[in-house]
């Protein structure tokens, strides 16, 4: 049987991000994802990790790819958000953030998913302590006396694999998680984020929309050449039709809802349908195991939260192994197990709680209501300190910093 120190199962977004952060550590790592296998400079088409989606990357996340060596491989395709303009459509209330009242040249950058996986892709390559198995699919699962036993079935073949620490990685349906029988905490939104991209006449350069309106949050996020990405959420039963208007029609929809503040939008990009929903793990950890990214908490993508904070993970986890591997303890022990839940969950629990009020205040048609948030967004943009507490969460600066957090690497 082979034995691995950790063993990553899904290779994605985070789970790549977190085997990047651990190369030259030493530690012998394995990832398997279910995904085949992609060119350095050119990630797969149909990864469904580094997909057509654009992802708000916030300033702590840009820093933590800095601090892992790859973000000059994705640089070239992320624009940055230097104001941030939340409005509640047809209401009185609205609110800003600005780079420049928090000190910093950009609150965070908006890159597309494929970039991201193109400086994944790259910070793999040549690792020499990193093995890759893709497409390759976890088929079973038991605790073994020194760590886990993991069954994987590759090419019509299925290798038994041995690890110190099982990291999974695999997503919102993580199939880790439901092997051990891991619950969850969940609720279904009745939602979709239908995303796309368009053109704007007069795009507004560095500047990021939040609009709610009646029927959820619609995003307009600055991406370079001038064009938007667009993340409209609508109800479940009206997806149907917004993904099968034509162009014009479509665009149409778009304005009326947005506005002309960018002047007309055109050129729309193709549109694909998310179902949303709130998934949190009800265990984060167990004696040699830890799930992070979307198999640890799948959010609602209002704010741009769900990635910046599987990142967030994958920065604690590396420092926490590479302090292990340094000092020669076991890297599945508890103290890595330990530390790891103590300082990650109530992370995890408040971004969750954040987005699940967002998207459930802001549909809210009760007039009291409507009120009370538009209030509460004017006394946001009234009152600096409650201005630059939601900077700071957009930025995920705050709370207690890893070296790579700092931009730093790992050492
Ligand atoms: C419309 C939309 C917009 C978003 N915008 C933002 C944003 O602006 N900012 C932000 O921070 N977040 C955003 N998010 C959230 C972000 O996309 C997710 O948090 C992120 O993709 C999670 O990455 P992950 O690697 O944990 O999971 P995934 O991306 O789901 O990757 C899971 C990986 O596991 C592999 N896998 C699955 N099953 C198995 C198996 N059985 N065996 C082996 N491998 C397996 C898959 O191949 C895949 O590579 C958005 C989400 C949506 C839906």
């Not at 060596?69 to 953030?97: C, K, N, T, Y």
């Not at 969940?186 to 991209?197: K, Q």
């Not at 890297?331 to 969950?345: D, F, I, Q, T």
Request: aromatic share 6%; charged share 20%.
């Amino acid at each position: 049987m082979l034995e691995y120190d950790v063993v990553i199962v899904g290779g994605g977004l985070v789970g790549g991000s977190l085997a990047c952060a651990l190369r030259d550590t030493g530690l012998a790592i394995l990832v398997v994802d279910a995904a085949p296998a992609s060119a350095p400079d050119h990630p797969n088409p149909d990864h469904p990790s580094y997909d057509e989606r654009v992802i708000a990357l916030s300033l702590g996340s840009q820093r933590i790819f800095d601090g892992i060596g790859i973000w000059p491989q994705m640089a070239a395709d992320a624009e940055p958000i230097r104001h941030v303009h939340v409005s509640d459509r047809g209401h009185f209330g609205f609110a800003h953030l600005d780079a420049e009242d928090e000190g910093v040249d950009a609150l965070g950058y908006v890159t597309p998913a494929r970039a991201i996986g193109r400086g994944i892709e790259a910070g793999l390559a040549g690792a020499d302590n990193i093995e890759l198995l893709r497409p390759a699919r976890l088929v079973g699962l038991h605790a073994g006396a020194r760590g886990w036993q993991l069954e994987v079935a590759m090419n019509g073949d299925s290798r038994l694999l041995e690890a110190r620490l099982l990291l999974a990685a695999d997503g919102g349906d993580s199939a880790v998680r439901r092997r051990l029988g891991l619950g969850v905490h969940e609720r279904t939104y009745g939602y979709d984020a239908i995303i796309s991209t368009v053109t704007a006449e007069r795009p507004d350069v560095g500047t990021a929309f939040e609009r709610f309106t009646d029927s959820g949050p619609l995003a307009m996020l600055p991406m370079t050449g001038g064009r938007y990405s667009v993340v409209w959420t609508a109800r479940d039963s009206d997806t149907a039709d917004i993904l099968a208007m034509d162009d014009k029609g479509f665009v149409h929809r778009l304005q009326q809802r947005f506005g002309y503040r960018l002047g007309r939008l055109g050129r729309p990009g193709r549109r694909i349908a998310y179902p949303l929903r709130l998934v949190l793990a009800k265990q984060l950890t167990q004696p040699r195991l830890a799930l992070l990214g979307n198999a640890a908490h799948t959010l609602h993508p209002v704010a741009g939260q769900g990635f910046n904070l599987g990142l967030r993970d994958v920065a604690l986890l590396a420092e926490l192994l590479a302090e292990a591997q340094r000092t020669g303890q076991d890297p599945g022990g508890n103290s890595v197990v330990n530390a790891y839940h103590k300082r990650r969950r109530p992370d995890q629990y408040s971004a969750a709680l954040f987005t699940d009020c967002l998207a459930r205040l802001f549909v809210n048609p009760f007039a009291p209501v409507r009120i009370a948030r538009n209030l509460g967004m004017l006394g946001i943009d009234l009152l600096p300190t409650a201005r630059h507490l939601l900077a700071r969460r957009f930025m995920g600066t705050s709370g207690r910093l890893t070296r790579l957090q700092r931009g730093l690497p790992l050492g």
